[in-house]
């Protein structure tokens, strides 16, 4: 497995988020984490990461424990991140914006600003505009853009769909499946099933910061139980 996540338990504060959650993905998958807001997805995505590092458990890259690695370790080993309020810097223009990420990296490979701008053309028509003028979808666009300019194995992506027009949700579909054809393996977080049985292979659900149910993504689909019982808002 690319990446394994075994029993981990992260808090905040003495809040105790999650609890004993366990998830695999591997090489070349797309696996999305389904739930609820507030359940507990972004605090996986950022346990791994190493923003919110766990308590206990372990979480291996490669058979390489991570757990307990700070953030800009674990980027350079091939973990790209976005998080759901994608960071993007609003003094900065789109451009600068990506140059920054492919500088603080320390990996080579497909991506680049060509292959990127090729991805969201969009950004290319914004090169010069300033961060705090782009738009949600356009943020996002962004946001897709400088994780992959670190050329990650394994990218986070944390709500991609969320507060987007259908018209840019179906980019958005196509846009991660070209990403995925690069070789480049897919965890993201999302509470929009629709979207999410369209872009990965297998979903985890999570409720009360512990993984309840997990299978195919049409599998998911079909059982109307437990989309009832836990991701019916």
């Known amino acids: ?12 504060g003495t809040s105790h988020v999650l609890q004993g959650v366990s998830l695999s993905v591997g090489e070349g998958e797309v696996v999305a984490l389904l739930g609820r807001n507030g359940v507990g997805k972004t605090t996986t995505l950022r346990s791994i990461i190493g923003l919110t590092p766990p308590k206990r458990g372990s979480i291996t890259l490669l058979d390489r424990e991570i757990c ?3 953030a ?4 350079r080993l091939g973990v790209g991140y976005m998080p759901d309020d994608l960071r993007i810097f609003p003094d900065l223009t789109t451009e600068e914006n990506l140059e920054i990420a492919r500088r603080l990296s ?7 600003r060509d292959r ?3 991805l969201f053309p969009k950004l290319g028509d914004l090169a010069k505009a300033r961060g705090m003028n782009l738009s949600g979808g356009e943020k996002k666009m962004l946001g897709i853009g400088r994780a992959l300019m670190a050329n ?8 991609p769909s969320e507060g987007l027009a259908p018209l840019v949700v ?11 054809e690069q070789g480049v393996t897919i965890l993201l977080a999302d509470q929009n099933l629709k979207f999410c049985r369209k872009v990965c292979h297998r979903g985890y659900i999570i409720e009360k910061g512990m993984i309840q149910h997990e ?16 991701l019916v808002v």
């Open 106 to 112: 320390k990996r080579t490979g497909h991506w680049n």
């Open 1 to 12: 497995m690319l990446l394994e996540v075994s029993n981990i338990d992260t808090y905040y």
């Open 170 to 180: 179906a980019n958005l579909i196509e846009v991660l499946g070209k990403i995925h």
């Open 116 to 118: 990127v701008i090729e």
């Open 68 to 70: 307990g690695q700070p």
């Open 152 to 159: 990650p194995r394994l990218i986070l992506l944390d709500e």
């Open 215 to 230: 299978g195919r993504m049409e599998e998911i689909w079909n059982n109307e139980e437990i989309i009832r019982k836990y």
């Open 72 to 75: 800009y370790t674990i980027a």
